[in-house]
T-cell receptor, first 114, second 114 residues
């Protein structure tokens, strides 16, 4: 069985603050893939990143960075110098190598205040 | 422009009526998916199709039906057997059905049953 936990239901920050969204996962597969998606108010999910279980290097893309730690089964997402346009629901998702489907966390609603 | 289209964006139906949600993609993807999203929850898989004329049940298939007669199209019918059909429905596609493939999402259809 697969499970993704996003314990933070809602987070509010003031513009230019850094914010970290937590994601903890469970899987029995040794090969698996982790994803982050952004869902703005329009509703469409926007792909942000994919990481496989064999690559524990942290990744940075502009103001976004991801910290993957297999030892704690976590794949956290940090936004540096947040902006109002970052306001959205962010989903962490997992797909094990043997699984037929993507398992989503319940999402974190991020609100960035001006 | 390549992408996934879902129509309509908002749909209202009376209780007891069947309703079909459209999903079309021009990405030449083999795999397609239907998800349901309820407020404050993550996405849950309803059905998926790895290839034309094939589809499999996801976690919450009861009360739903699909067809995959063409590669580009994967319509979802919400039947009167679905006890609580009001939700946001998202269609997705990927190049293949394997775990490594990123899923691309459509803009969604918000169904309200009165």
């Amino acid at each position: 069985a697969q499970k993704v936990t996003q314990a933070q239901t809602e987070i509010s920050v003031v513009e230019k603050e850094d914010v970290t969204l937590d994601c903890v996962y469970e899987t029995r597969d040794t090969t698996y893939y982790l994803f982050w998606y952004k869902q703005p108010p329009s509703g469409e999910l926007v792909f942000l990143i994919r990481r496989n279980s064999f690559d524990e290097q942290n990744e940075i893309s502009g103001r976004y960075s991801w910290n993957f730690q297999k030892s704690t089964s976590s794949f956290n997402f940090t936004i540096t110098a947040s902006q109002v346009v970052d306001s959205a629901v962010y989903f962490c998702a997992l797909r094990g190598g043997s699984a037929r489907q993507l398992t989503f966390g319940s999402g974190t609603q991020l609100t960035v205040l001006p | 422009d390549g992408g996934i289209t879902q129509s309509p964006k908002y749909l209202f139906r009376k209780e007891g009526q069947n309703v079909t949600l459209s999903c079309e993609q021009n990405l030449n993807h083999d795999a397609m998916y239907w998800y349901r999203q309820d407020p404050g929850q993550g996405l849950r898989l309803i059905y998926y199709s790895q290839i034309v004329n094939d589809f499999q049940k996801g976690d919450i298939a009861e009360g739903y039906s699909v067809s995959r007669e063409k590669k580009e199209s994967f319509p979802l019918t919400v039947t009167s057997a679905q006890k609580n059909p009001t939700a946001f429905y998202l269609c997705a596609s990927s190049i293949g059905a394997g775990a490594t493939y990123q899923q691309f999402f459509g803009p969604g259809t918000r169904l309200t049953v009165l």
